[in-house]
């Protein structure tokens, strides 16, 4: 019986040594981390957290998270000292767009970690629409200011 | 009256559509100098009865898909020409396109345009930061002339002189670093790196310096 057993776990366990194997060193190896964060969890940072609000001019005129600073593709140059002005490197920062298929927050995102080398940037899961959907407050302002 | 029923028992069973795409990932590569890239998609009708696209949806307002708006009969070709807005933009991009049919068995399908928006110089890292607990030590920027482009100038500036700046060849024509040193606790200081390439004529690429 005992030996049966040793068998099935050698059997279930041998499929596991090319699978490490590959988690480790596979050049194109799927990353365990995810840079999503949810709502909750986002909010839970407190003062630490500087939100970054990817969407066009025209939204983040209509409204924004309060407090969020602006930071689209489209005015990338003009809008980064805004965003530094605000960084401080003990904060994490959190980029949202329009909902949870808008691409656009992940290449901020991104942009961030690639271009500033700055390490704590997150994507808020389900963007504006998740925050709109638990009725938050919002803020409105011209846009590129605060 | 048994052909007919036959007819309306076996249409069903073989009468099908489907899309075959050339590729439902396009690679496209450009600077960011031309405004827009452009991609085109093709698909065949390999079923046998004619389908037509009824809308296209993209991830984010910098990319917009036309598809063609005549149905596609079976063994016919259509295409979706996609177009990407590369203003301001760097790096590699990669654009979902969801395409609706009027199939009822395949109503929709995901194609991806990938764009690589390079530089003909790249700028590593575009921000130094110093903490407010951090000596005020050099840091330097690493200038790449990118493949396939030849560098006839370049040129670093910075806007503070609280921040001294010196450029030097690592490799003349490929690579170069800016050595940079702030003086100042407080500074804010933007380090334009300006190229002048071949073909491409003069650009200014900014870097940016804080320090606490």
Not at chain 1, 51 to 76: F, M, S, T
Not at chain 2, 175 to 194: D, F, G, L, N, Q
């Amino acid at each position: 019986m005992r030996r049966a057993l040793r068998q099935i776990i050698a059997i279930l366990a041998l499929p596991l040594l090319p699978a490490v194997a590959t988690g480790l060193l596979h050049p194109r190896k799927p990353s365990w981390q995810s840079d999503e964060v949810t709502l909750a969890a986002a909010t839970a940072w407190g003062s630490d957290l500087l939100w970054v609000d990817a969407r066009p001019d025209a939204d983040y005129a209509k409204g924004h998270i309060p407090g969020a600073i602006q930071l689209n593709e489209d005015r990338w140059d003009d809008l980064m000292d805004g965003v530094l002005d605000h960084f401080t490197t003990s904060r994490k920062i959190v980029v949202y767009c329009s909902s949870l298929s808008c691409q656009t927050s992940h290449d901020v995102a991104r942009r961030l970690r690639e271009e500033a080398q700055i390490s704590n940037v997150f994507v808020l899961r389900g963007g504006w629409e998740a925050w709109t959907a638990e009725r938050r407050p919002i803020e409105t302002s011209p846009t590129g200011t605060q | 009256m048994l052909k007919r029923c036959l007819f309306f028992l076996l249409v069903p069973v073989f009468a099908h559509a489907d899309l075959q795409w050339a590729s439902n990932k396009v690679f496209t590569a450009c600077d960011p100098s031309v405004s827009r890239a452009e991609a085109q998609f093709t698909f065949t009708n390999t079923g046998s009865y004619p389908i037509k696209i009824t809308n296209t949806r993209t991830s984010c307002g910098c990319t917009a898909a036309i598809a063609d708006s005549k149905p596609v009969a079976p063994g016919g070709t259509g295409t979706i020409n996609v177009s990407f807005k590369t203003l301001s933009r760097h790096g590699l991009y990669e654009e979902p396109i969801i395409v609706q049919t009027d199939d009822p068995k395949n109503k929709e399908c995901t194609v991806y345009l990938r764009v690589l928006v390079r530089d003909a110089i790249e700028v590593l890292p575009r921000l130094l930061f110093w903490q407010a607990s951090e000596p005020l030590d050099a840091k330097v920027i690493t200038v790449t002339v990118t493949d396939g482009f030849t560098l006839k100038s370049i040129d670093a500036q910075c806007d503070n002189p609280d921040v001294a700046i010196q450029m030097t060849p690592v490799k003349a024509g490929a690579e170069y670093k800016v050595t940079v040193t702030p003086k100042a606790r407080h500074a804010k200081a933007a380090i334009s790196i300006i190229s002048d390439v071949e073909g491409k004529g003069r650009k200014t690429v900014l870097a940016r310096v804080r320090t606490s």
